[in-house]
């Protein structure tokens, strides 16, 4: 009685062993379960019950932290919008350009000046390269873009009423920089070329007189 009874203890501490030891292996294999498959239906019945407890305290663990950082984004998204809104001016809008015939011929007027007085852009380039001021040169087609293409030409081209015409004129408008930026190049230290400078200069003159052409577009209500 005593080695049957001896027997049956080993016994069930062999099977203790076993079954904790699937357990631990569950555990630690449980991310990779697709090639570790139970071999005895305890074990499998072990595994199962040790999955299904890590799966849910994942999960709700999961799905905790997945609804606070929405929580928090949401308050954060919220707060940020409200900031900017806040913080952005309102933004008047543009006040439409008085039209009338003799605003018109005044904006154009300054504009026919720069081609052909003797003091406009054109007359004090052709001066300046007959010179070979090439200094001066680098510094008055820097200034000639702003207050001659940015400021004169700008202005006459918000007066235009052809929806068309006014993309038209942006890229002439272009085309005059392009031409001073020629000249400009043709200008700088180690890379001077009167012929260069004097191809653009030409090429600046059509420029302006295809740009002058867009004033008898211009209808008055």
């Given at each position: 009685l005593a080695?049957?009874?001896?027997q049956y203890?080993?016994?069930?501490?062999?099977l203790?062993?076993?079954?904790?030891?699937?357990?631990l292996?569950?555990?630690?294999?449980?991310?990779v379960?697709?090639?570790?498959?139970?071999?005895?239906?305890?074990t499998?019945?072990?595994?199962?019950?040790?999955?299904?407890?890590?799966?849910h305290?994942?999960?709700?663990?999961?799905d905790a932290t997945?609804?606070?950082?929405?929580?928090?984004?949401?308050a954060t998204i919220t707060?940020t919008?409200a900031?900017?809104f806040?913080?952005?001016?309102a933004?008047?809008?543009?006040?439409?350009?008085?039209?009338?015939?003799?605003?018109?011929?005044?904006?154009?007027?300054?504009?026919?000046?720069?081609?052909?007085?003797?003091s406009?852009?054109v007359?004090?380039?052709?001066n300046?390269?007959?010179?070979?001021?090439?200094?001066?040169?680098?510094?008055?087609?820097?200034?000639?873009d702003a207050?001659?293409?940015?400021?004169?030409l700008?202005?006459?081209?918000k007066m235009?009423?052809?929806k068309?015409?006014?993309?038209?004129?942006v890229?002439?408008?272009?085309?005059?920089?392009?031409?001073?930026?020629?000249?400009?190049?043709?200008?700088?230290p180690?890379?001077?070329n009167?012929?260069d400078?004097?191809?653009y200069?030409?090429?600046?003159k059509?420029?302006?007189?295809k740009?002058?052409?867009?004033?008898k577009?211009?209808?008055?209500e």
């Open positions: 080695r049957s009874t001896l203890y080993q016994k069930m501490l062999r203790s062993i076993a079954t904790i030891a699937a357990a292996l569950c555990c630690c294999l449980g991310s379960r697709a090639f570790v498959a139970p071999t005895s239906p305890v499998a019945a072990i595994c199962k019950s040790t999955q299904t407890s890590s799966h305290a994942t999960s709700t663990s999961l997945r609804r606070n950082f929405i929580d928090q984004s949401i707060a919008s900031i900017i806040q913080a952005q001016p933004v008047a809008k543009e006040a439409p350009v008085e039209i009338t015939p003799q605003i018109v011929q005044e904006a154009f007027d300054a504009i026919r000046n720069e081609l052909t007085s003797s406009g852009v007359a004090t380039l052709s300046l390269i007959d010179n070979g001021s090439f200094e001066e040169i680098l510094q008055y087609t820097k200034e000639s207050y001659f293409r940015r400021a004169k700008g202005k006459a081209r235009l009423t052809d068309d015409l006014k993309g038209e004129a890229l002439m408008s272009n085309a005059v920089t392009f031409d001073l930026i020629g000249i400009n190049r043709a200008s700088r180690g890379k001077e009167r012929e400078q004097l191809r200069l030409e090429e600046l059509k420029d302006i007189a740009f002058l052409e867009l004033e577009t211009i209808v008055f």
